[in-house]
């Protein structure tokens, strides 16, 4: 990588607009960057269109205006196992991410998928379960784990592909208060120590956007996001107030 390579952002999104085929306009005008190694919360109440920008950052809805770019490359050229292996996605439900019959063989799907040899994507599967302490999870069958097991099968299916920028949608949603301190400090240790970017949604007032370093607010009727740098300010200021939060 060159020095200017290293300086562009790991994404941004420039003036992208999406309405679903029905005609709703859910993101109108978005801008928004994350720098590396950077952590972004991505803060609206609901229907604001925070799943939808997630799934725009994955591709998984193309926006009919605006451009996203990785590391300055436009995403909607890059060759899927490219993307992939950029940016990967833990959704809100676990239901709509897990597929596989057991922990170990979803976790072991991407890797397989990108055609590692069977010893590498088994190293990746303990690797990535370790991460997010499951490894005692492994060979249990999805549908008998938790709803916070599952989040954390989930987080661990993404990163055995080793993305370097993270999208959750909503991670401590649905988690107990101790499920939630410990999945807000895996993904501190995630960002901190392994230097993973990462862009997360809440629509709650919790610990996540006061911990990020950047906070974007997306409105209902999708105007544009705002962002607010907190990097220098000595003592954090308190995250906007969202049009809806919870209690
Ligand atoms: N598949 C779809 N087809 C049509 N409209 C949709 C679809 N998915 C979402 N929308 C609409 O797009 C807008 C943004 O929805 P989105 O799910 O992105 O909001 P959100 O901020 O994630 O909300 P929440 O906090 O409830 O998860 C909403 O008006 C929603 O009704
Ligand atoms: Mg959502």
Redo the contacts with the bound molecule.
Sequence with gaps: MTGAESELPAIEAERIGYA?P?G?A?LEDISFHAAKGEFVAVM??????????MKALMRLVRPQRGQIRLSGVDAARMPPAELYRSIGMVF?NPSDQLFAPTVEQDVAFGPRNLGLDEAEAARRVDEALAAVDAAPLRSRPIHHLSFGEQKRACLAGVLAMRPSILVLD?PTAGLDPVSEAQMIEMLLRLNRQEKITLIL?T?CVDLLPVLAERIYV?RRGGCSGSDRRKKSSPTPAPPPKPASACP
């Design positions: 679903y029905d709703v859910a609206g109440a609901n229907g604001a269109g925070k799943t939808t920008l809100q909503e949604s629509h997306l």
